[in-house]
């Protein structure tokens, strides 16, 4: 072996019993495990999510259109690498043949071929594994069953055939978005479409693409198909289009993201400390050498060696602990999520050490480089070399250049860069904050205690260490407070913000003839709700010319253009609308007038007083907007993006909507109602909601854990600070003693200092927790802060015992008669 | 503590050892030593490295336990103390002097001087602080950090330190180690002023024979045997 790597090994050797080398050792180590483990954690939860979502598409990517894709299209996808199925669905009347005395029933009919689907499963019972319904089978869902009596082996009818009911639907993903999704659903063999004749030209029917394939091809394919859509085709990713899972999705890879950058930031400022003490205690070494004939550049190369020998051992050893750590993370989230979590990619598992590697040499370096320009004449004066600023210089570079790696590695610079700085300002400021908050608690403390005394001059002895103390703790408790809180809290409360009457059921398909006896019915059984008429319009004119040139590409994309509307009248205004500019109708106006909802205006750049065209059922009509609505689009109740002033759509077919409550014993009413008008189809809101508060627990419950992860590096960190600060704590101690303290004062005043610290940490993490709740309350639920007093009692207490547990488990008692030699040895 | 004012002797060791067990066998530093050191006597201790200088002062002052023999600090036999009982002694009567000066880094020249006064629980410890720092000649650089101060200043922060707490008796270690020779020769005489000032019992360890001529007595400590030069 060469000189210098052998010099560079027998060092590090050597070194190994420095408690500097090893917390550096330590600290890398931890940060290449958990890097690695958080990387593939991400990995795998970002594809588990993407995978679950896939579920609810029942692919990767679904090509929509309202009229058969064409050949060509067909013929543009298959040249990609990927998987594909065509599904037709449309809404029929279905009927059971043995029973004509049952009313028909409106269901949604879907047509598949195999394979289906390409992402999910269908659970049936009885269960018929992979299986698609045969030819002339049909699989219904038990809704279907009940209502026209049907059970397993009979027959319905379906336009002009008849199917035999070979299993019941249990669930299903690709339900079809909208309110296609929640109407009964019924599957049955494309190949028997035709027969049926159900679907003649002109019938309203979604026909469907089902995609799937690596992500890459689907990225390609998603990128090529978007600005080629034509005004009856949308294209329904994860990502877009899919509110609740799109939404869901980001806010997870969001607290991931937070999570890893919290981590990373905490293992970097470790590595910093480390390095920065080793070098320190190498000046006397590094001089020697260069006084024995080194040149410079060989000292570096020797220190550089060294770092990278240790990255290597480091590397496999992170790996080894991230991989045990993975799977037993791996067996706890198997009991979370409802299904195994699928593998990293293979470049996950590279992320740890490849970032090990750029902090060890991106921190590594300025002191290294200050090392090998240390003057010989350190060896006589043996004191410390004041830092230029050319090595300030390199140092700052470093950072920014380990923060640019940092934020590069988290895919989302710009997102990162702000929690980056909040995390940064944040820290700082409650460094100093809980400082200050220290230097006051000690005051009074001073004035009544011998002890006192003593800790107000400890706290000015080890301030620095407090500042970065109480920063990291701080930090680490408020992220997994507000995390822990919110899991749980922020749900309760978002459900608890709808107000007891949110309608729990929507009925639609009304038709006009059904109208005054619904209204009956309704009234009949005290059910409280609105019937608004739907009409579907789209709209095509602004203010007498075609609105699409008028607008840019931006707007061009907005969902109102790129289909069609559902319009309504209404003679009053809506009472859970707002009002918000404009008036409600005039008496005798000119032109139809339209209430526009505000998203919509804003959206579109639309004003008051402008003139909006619809085509409705290829008729023109004309309204010219006279009021803004604020519309709550989560209230649960009718809401419409246009509503028409009287008299302008009534003579156009349309059906009815509405919603209501029902709880307890009256549920039964809705069935009763469908008995009574089996072609309305009715919407259960609650299951709704339940799939939604799941989603929203086990992104909770996901983020909570990673970040517990992050806090447990957060405490090794910090223990490992703890551990370096040892020698010179021990110093104190050992001085404090001769100088008169006894031992037993030494170690209350690290009991008071490591209590009080916690004390003020808990506090603080508890107050920012707080602010950062309300914050979230005010800005995403809208609903009034309320306080959590167990916050303030638990943080300070769990900080509290960290510091007491943490300084007690590494504090190790000074004899009297080691005092002395301590203190000869540092001479 | 009261018999401590009648008692003409401040320290009194008699038959002490010193050994410490090794894995290659024992080493005995000193056996059978006797030692008498008068009130307000200035005693040098000399000896080559490795004598076992720093470990008879440490045995001296009460800070470490002999092997065998006993040792009494201004009437008091230090092993028939408790840990807080021999901790009060040294708050009340001991003060040192190192060869690293050993001050708190992160503590100002004020606040180390400070250190020991608030140990001891002095009513006005940083007005006593302030003026200690002042005779040595820093009064104008009380806020300044250790880092802020040169080698020459460090050590009279660190001698204003031993003397505000107006001990009885003052160990000091190699004093001069780590200074120039004017430096050293003026700490030196601050010292020495002060102890006359102060009329404290001093015990110095030093190999400089120049040094040690400045002491009323002088020791050396050669292969385990104290002899007076």
């Known amino acids: ?827 | 503590m009261d018999q401590s004012t009648l008692s003409p002797t401040m320290i009194e060791a008699r038959a002490l050892s010193k050994h410490f067990d090794t894995e290659a066998g024992r080493v005995e530093l000193f056996t059978g030593l006797d030692l008498e050191i008068a009130r307000g006597e200035s005693l040098a201790i000399i000896g080559r490295s490795g004598a076992g200088k720093s470990t008879l002062l440490s045995l001296l002052a009460g800070l470490d336990t002999p092997s065998s023999g006993s040792v009494s600090i201004d009437g008091h036999r230090i092993e028939a103390l408790d840990d807080q009982q021999r901790a009060e002694l040294r708050a009340r009567k001991i003060s040192f002097i190192f060869q690293s000066f050993h001050l708190l880094p992160e503590l100002t020249a004020l606040d180390n001087v400070r250190l020991p006064l608030e140990i001891r629980g002095t009513d006005n410890p940083e007005q006593d602080a302030r003026q200690w720092l002042a005779e040595v000649g820093l009064g104008e650089r009380t806020g300044h950090y250790p880092s802020q101060l040169s080698g020459g200043e460090q050590q009279r922060v660190a001698i204003a330190r031993a003397f505000a707490t107006r001990p009885s008796l003052l160990f000091a270690d190699e004093p001069t180690g780590n200074l120039d020779e004017d430096t050293g020769g003026a700490i030196i005489d601050q010292l020495f002023r002060l102890n006359a000032q102060q009329e404290t019992t001093l015990i110095l360890i030093t190999h400089d024979q120049e040094l040690a001529m400045r002491c009323r007595r002088r020791l050396r400590l050669h292969n385990g045997v104290l002899t007076e030069v």
């Open chain 1, 1 to 827: 072996m060469p000189l210098l790597p052998r010099l560079a090994l027998r060092q590090l050797r050597s070194q190994l019993r420095t408690t500097e080398w090893r917390a550096l050792l330590l600290a890398t180590w931890i940060a290449i495990t958990l890097t690695t483990l958080l990387t593939l954690l991400g990995d795998r939860l970002e594809r588990g999510l993407l995978r679950e979502s896939a579920n609810l598409l029942g692919a990767d990517l679904v090509l929509s259109s309202s009229r058969p894709l064409s050949n060509e299209r067909l013929d543009s996808i298959s040249a990609h690498d990927v998987q594909t199925t065509p599904v037709v669905q449309f809404p029929s009347m279905i009927s059971n043949p043995a029973a004509t005395e049952t009313p028909p029933m409106l269901t949604s009919v879907r047509a598949v071929e195999s394979p289906y689907p390409l992402r999910g499963e269908i659970l049936t019972q009885p269960a018929q594994g992979q299986a698609l319904p045969g030819k002339g089978e049909a699989w219904v869902e038990a809704r279907i069953l009940e209502q026209l009596g049907l059970g397993i082996g009979d027959q319905l009818q379906l336009g002009y055939s008849q199917f035999r009911i070979t299993a019941e639907l249990i669930s299903s993903p690709d339900r079809g978005s909208g309110f296609r999704s929640f109407s009964p659903q019924l599957l049955i063999n494309r190949s028997d479409l035709e027969a049926s004749g159900v679907l003649a030209p002109g019938s309203r029917a979604n026909f469907r693409l089902l995609i799937a394939g690596t992500a890459e091809e689907i990225g390609a394919l998603e990128a090529q198909l978007q600005p080629t859509l034509a005004e009856h085709e949308r294209l329904l990713s994860l990502q877009l289009d899919q509110p609740l899972t799109g939404d869901t999705l980001g806010n997870a890879l969001a607290y991931l993201k937070l999570a890893a950058l919290t981590a990373l930031l905490l293992s970097a400022l470790t590595i910093l400390l480390s390095l920065r003490r080793f070098s320190q205690q190498q000046y006397t070494r590094s001089a020697l050498l260069l006084n024995l004939g080194l040149n410079p550049g060989q000292l570096l190369r020797i220190y550089l060696y060294q770092l990278l020998i240790a990255w290597v051992v480091l590397a496999l050893l992170g790996l080894a602990t991230a991989a045990s750590l993975d799977s037993a993370v791996q067996s706890w989230l198997s009991r979370l999520l409802p299904q195994q979590l699928p593998q990293a990619a293979a470049l996950a598992w590279l992320s740890g050490p490849a970032l090990g590697l750029v902090m060890l040499i991106l921190l590594g370096l300025p002191p290294i480089l200050s090392l090998a320009r240390v003057p010989v004449a350190h060896l006589l004066r043996g004191d410390t070399p004041p830092q230029d600023r050319r090595a300030r210089l390199l140092q700052i570079s470093c950072l920014v250049l380990l923060a640019l790696t940092l934020l590069l590695f988290l895919r989302a610079p710009v997102a990162a860069l702000i929690l980056l700085a909040l995390l940064l300002v944040g820290g700082v400021l409650f460094g100093y904050i809980a400082q200050a908050m220290l230097v006051r608690v000690a005051e009074p403390l001073a004035r009544r205690l011998l002890l006192g005394r003593l800790l107000r001059l400890r706290l000015r002895q080890q301030r620095r260490w407090h500042r970065l103390q109480s920063a990291v703790i701080v930090l680490l408790l408020t992220l997994l407070a507000v995390v822990w809180i919110s899991r749980a809290d922020l749900l309760s409360e978002w459900r608890a913000k709808f107000p007891t009457d949110t309608p729990n059921y929507f009925v639609i398909n009304i038709q006009p003839w059904q109208k005054s006896d619904l209204d009956r019915f309704m009234q009949a059984n005290a059910i409280d709700s609105a019937l608004y008429p739907m009409i579907r319009g789209r709209l095509t004119q602004l203010n007498g010319k075609p609105i699409r040139p008028q607008l840019t590409p931006d707007q061009l994309g907005d969902n109102t253009l790129r289909r069609e509307l559902n319009l309504s009248w209404a003679l009053d205004q809506p009472e859970h609308n707002e009002l918000l500019a404009g008036h409600w109708w005039d008496d005798a106006p000119e032109l139809a007038q339209i209430s526009v909802e505000q998203d919509m205006m804003d959206d579109l750049g639309l004003k008051l007083g402008d003139r909006l065209g619809f085509d409705i059922g290829g008729q023109q009509v004309d309204a010219e907007i006279t009021s803004i609505r604020g519309v709550e689009w989560t209230s649960f109740r009718p809401n419409f993006y246009v509503i028409f002033s009287p008299g302008a759509l009534e003579s156009y077919p349309s059906t009815w909507i509405t919603s209501f409550r029902l709880d307890g014993e009256r549920k039964r009413l809705a069935t009763e109602m469908l008995q009574q008008f089996p072609s309305l189809t009715l919407i259960d809101i609650d299951q709704l909601l339940s799939q939604l508060a799941t989603w929203l627990k086990r992104l909770g419950d996901s983020s909570a854990m990673v970040l517990g992860l992050t806090l447990v590096c957060g405490l090794i960190l910090m223990a490992v600070t703890l551990l370096q600060a040892l020698e010179q704590r021990r110093f104190e101690a050992a001085l404090m003693q001769t100088l008169g303290a006894s031992g037993e004062q030494t170690r209350r005043l690290d009991l008071l200092e490591f209590l009080l610290l916690g004390l003020v940490c808990g506090l603080l993490a508890g107050l920012s927790a707080e602010l950062t709740l309300a914050g979230l309350h005010l800005a995403l639920l809208h609903v009034e802060p309320k306080l959590h007093p167990w916050l303030w009692i638990t943080l300070p207490a769990l900080s509290s015992l960290f510091f007491v547990v943490t300084g007690f488990l590494i504090r190790r008692p000074l004899q009297l008669d080691q005092c002395y030699r301590l203190l000869k040895a540092q001479s």
